[in-house]
């Protein structure tokens, strides 16, 4: 997912909802009114270069508008087809909607007002990936009942590479950053990861056992030096670049022994109020919201045991492996989940190839995401607060507002210095401090005084 310069969302004040954009700058409405509570809004995103919003309604169509020219907009509708998902080229000049059952993608161009299709896209979990430059696109397909891979050129949409993939039922592909690698991988019921050149060439497969739960989660390294592959049996193995063989792999257990690995435990404490400290309303006052409890991080003494949780293994999708990883942007760190250790995120040292730090919460962790700029680490778990790890130290801080905002979601602002924090219906930006941040505030509060 990649961070994006702006943020888009709807505003849920009254029944007519207006398109809200909310920019670094200032927010500004585009678009007319909708009766959100007729239609079904699956998404809303920004083209790659912020000029063009796009909210799609599934199962109806798509509307686009221009953030710098507010007057022009389009709608574009599917038809019979339907909608499942949609989404846009790197170069934002062209949405690809993808039809219901999968029957088609269709390429609209904004430009030229031409249209394109690919047939047979498959319905699997990461089944289109565009190069970090924006040149081609990789889609898996499904044909008579074989996987395939077609590369395309994304200036003119035509097809560069097409190749069958070595797999029973593809579950998803991903470019590396450099763009020069392709890496496909096989369903659960496999453990099987290939990596395919530009041209279509198979450069490597990797399986690290059989007959049982494999792969669940991949992920590249920045420097496309380094490729994590988390798996069922709670491990994460690092595949190099050179020979495509693994270096290392991580293990994740539920006792930590080492008293050379910082272990962070998230405590809750009520905030204690002295007597001095009360004050009465002012006659007609309604009762004011109860203080929240405090939440800190504590440093905990070796050996500390985690907590589990015990997997249905009888139905589908249990809850083990590794479920989520990510590389920190200078890919010196690897921060991973383990599911049935769902309240701990663990971070490797990559230089050193060992554990450096777990972060343990009161309460299963829901996502984590990279700053873009350094390696510091923001965590969610569906409460009211937000963490922040770096390795000079870990922080909770409380989401401000009325109620309680549940952070279900985040996403960074290339910069670094922002970030979108998501509700169910709500969205809340979130500025972080900095040294230079706040010099200029404090000459702007003196030339006022």
């Not at 504590?298 to 990510?326: C, F, H, W, Y």
């Not at 870990?394 to 970030?419: I, N, T, Y």
Request: overall charge neutral; proline content about 6%; some cysteine.
């Amino acid at each position: 997912m990649k961070s994006p310069r702006s943020v888009a969302y709807f505003y849920s004040g009254t029944q007519y909802q207006p398109f809200i954009m909310k920019g670094c700058k200032t927010p500004c409405a585009i678009g007319s009114p909708l009766v959100l509570s007729q239609l079904s809004v699956g998404e809303a995103s920004l083209s790659g270069a912020d000029e063009f919003a796009l909210v799609c309604f599934f199962l109806l169509s798509i509307q686009v508008w221009s953030l710098e020219q507010p007057e022009w907009h389009c709608k574009i509708d599917e038809g019979s087809a339907g909608l499942v998902a949609s989404c846009w080229s790197p170069d934002g000049r062209h949405i690809l909607n993808t039809t219901e059952f999968h029957l088609r993608i269709t390429v609209w161009s904004l430009c030229t007002k031409s249209v394109s299709y690919i047939k047979y896209p498959k319905a699997c979990l990461q089944g289109i990936t565009f190069t970090r430059d924006g040149r081609y696109m990789a889609l898996a397909e499904r044909r008579d009942c074989k996987d395939y891979v077609s590369i395309f050129v994304c200036s003119d949409w035509q097809l560069l590479r097409h190749f069958d993939t070595d797999t029973q039922d593809l579950t998803g592909i991903e470019w590396a950053p450099n763009g020069c690698v392709l890496a496909v991988w096989d369903s659960c019921l496999e453990y099987k990861i290939l990596l395919y050149s530009l041209d279509g060439r198979l450069l490597s497969a990797y399986s690290a056992y059989e007959w049982s739960l494999g792969i669940k989660s991949v992920a590249w390294s920045p420097s496309s030096q380094f490729l994590a592959v988390g798996s069922y049996d709670g491990k994460v193995r690092i595949l190099n670049h050179v020979t495509w063989k693994m270096i290392t792999e991580f293990g994740h257990p539920a006792t930590i022994n080492n008293p050379k690995i910082v272990v962070y435990k998230e405590a809750e404490k009520s905030p204690q109020l002295g007597l001095g400290c009360l004050s009465f309303p002012p006659p007609g006052a309604g009762a004011g919201p109860l203080p929240s409890s405090e939440s800190k991080y504590e440093i905990a003494s070796v050996p500390v045991s985690l907590q589990t949780l015990k997997p249905v293994t009888d139905r589908a999708n249990p809850k083990i492996g590794i479920g989520m990883l990510a590389f920190s942007p200078d890919s010196y760190f690897l921060a991973t989940r383990n599911d049935n250790i769902p309240n701990a995120v663990w971070v490797w040292d990559i230089q050193k190839l060992r554990l450096f730090a777990v972060l343990e919460q009161l309460s299963p962790v829901r996502t984590f995401q990279w700053d873009p700029q350094q390696p510091r680490l923001a965590i969610c778990t569906g409460g009211s607060r937000l963490y922040l790890w770096s390795p000079a130290g870990c922080m909770s801080v409380q989401v401000p507002g009325e109620g309680d905002f549940a952070v279900l979601s985040l996403c960074w602002h290339l910069s670094g210095d922002s970030m979108a924090l998501l509700s169910k219906d709500h969205v809340c930006l979130c500025f972080l401090e900095t040294e230079a941040s706040v010099s200029t505030a404090c000459r702007q509060l003196g030339g006022h005084t």
